[in-house]
């Protein structure tokens, strides 16, 4: 960040402490809240301690120096600890009372993925025994391997079942996988080579390399008909339907944890910028969002009028995931994009006196969602520590 102007520089010190007040101000006896308490946080149940808010907010709460964040991490995960299902699953929320928890309309698959890299976080940091949670580990991991494909080594979802809750991608799920390989290679887990090896060949379909396994040859020859290769990864693969939308979050979490090679990470990386999907704030989760008329569209991706062109998962910006788009372009060594990308990220969150709204209109920019969103200040603080670690270790991360 050495070539900042100190206004910008002022401005990401601005953040990290607005960061780091609204995690404390968002803290319940129990663990984090998805966002701050207003009337409508209340109505639509973000008040709650989510499976996947939470972990991310973990990644950034322990290790803060910050007391009651310390604390407040390791609470996080025991709520969805207490919770958790007798067949291994952890709940998409729970209630900080510990009176309700939720497993969403088809099921909620990457809470368990996000906890159980929350867990090995904390494991990491020295934060909790080695021994805490082992148990529920276990059970977490059982349930997931009962949704892998037994030769593939990926893992199967329903639609709507995972963040991106309203859109209809099913089968093999790019975001999904990403989080799966990377709780493989965290926990030492069998067939971590082969997850990596068949997600590459579903996924990027367009490569000269011919899977040798008949049914994925099957899969590649729906995915490449009537298609030119994206320059990304496909959002999901299913029986002859697949994703071309350009899943930001998915292929930059790909890159995260090691999936993409160098090529594939470059070209990821540039066609994200081709599409201007980080202006004027990072970052437009779809590339390419679905029109009512597009063969994708489902009926209930109107739900509240919220997943229209441009909006929520189908176009919005959201900061978060702007947070771990500029903790790729550190790890891949491109600093000064990479701390381009943290202003533009701070100036999101301060929009509207430091609102951390949600998620923006892709096109109008009108902030939508709840304000106080705990994990785009978690995911700043992510950020921000990345490009500072990256800068005294140059080049990209294994």
């Known amino acids: 960040m050495k070539d900042l102007s100190p206004e910008d520089r002022a401005l990401i010190a601005q953040c990290e402490q607005a960061s780091l007040d609204l995690l404390v101000r968002n803290l319940s006896p129990h663990g984090i809240l998805a966002a701050s308490r207003t009337e409508a946080a209340v109505a639509r149940r973000y008040t709650r301690i ?20 310390e604390e407040g991490a390791v609470a996080s995960v ?8 007798a067949n291994g699953q952890i709940p998409k929320y729970v209630d900080p009372e510990g009176q309700d928890a939720d497993f969403w309309y088809l099921g909620c698959i990457d809470a368990t993925l ?35 494909h037994q030769h593939f080594r990926l893992l199967q979802q329903n639609e709507a079942s995972d963040w991106a809750d309203i859109m209809p991608r099913s089968g093999f799920v790019l975001y999904t996988n990403a989080l799966w390989y990377e709780v493989k290679r965290r926990f030492g887990l069998a067939n971590a080579d082969e997850t990596k090896h068949h997600f590459n060949h579903l996924f990027n379909p367009f ?19 009537g298609r030119r290769d994206p320059g990304m990864y496909l959002s999901f693969v299913n029986l002859s339907v697949v994703g071309d939308e350009g899943d930001v979050f998915g292929n930059v979490l790909a890159i995260q944890s090691g999936l993409a090679d160098a090529d594939m990470a470059s070209s990821i990386v540039q066609r994200i910028g081709e599409a201007a999907a980080s ?3 990072p970052v437009r989760v779809v590339l390419h ?25 189908n176009g919005g910006i959201w900061p978060f995931v702007g947070g771990f788009w500029v903790m790729v372009l550190a790890q891949l060594g491109l600093h000064d994009q990479a701390s381009a990308e943290l202003v533009k990220l701070a100036r999101a969150n301060a929009h509207d006196d430091w609102r951390f709204t949600e998620w923006f209109h892709g096109k109008t920019l009108a902030p939508m ?15 921000s520590k990345a490009l500072r670690e990256s800068t005294l270790s140059p080049g990209r991360a294994g």
Request: hydrophobic fraction near 45%; charged fraction near 15%; glycine fraction near 8%.
């Open 289 to 313: 969002p679905l029109s009512q008329q597009h063969p994708l569209w489902r009926p209930y991706m109107g739900r509240h009028q919220q997943n229209y062109l441009h909006q929520y998962h």
């Open 207 to 225: 490569q000269q390399d011919l899977p040798e396994y008949h049914r994925a040859r099957l899969l590649r020859h729906y995915a490449r008909r």
């Open 369 to 383: 969602g709840m304000a106080g969103q705990s994990w785009n200040a978690a995911a700043f603080l992510m950020a």
């Open 114 to 148: 996000w906890w159980l890299i929350a867990i090995d976080h904390l494991r990491g940091l020295g934060r909790v025994p080695g021994g805490r949670w082992a148990a529920g580990e276990a059970l977490a991991i059982q349930w997931l391997l009962a949704q892998e």
């Open 50 to 69: 989510f499976g996947r808010d939470a972990a991310i907010c973990i990644m950034a709460m322990a290790g803060s120096g910050v007391p009651a964040l």
């Open 78 to 85: 025991q709520a969805l600890a207490d919770q958790q299902a």
């Open 279 to 281: 202006e004027p704030w």
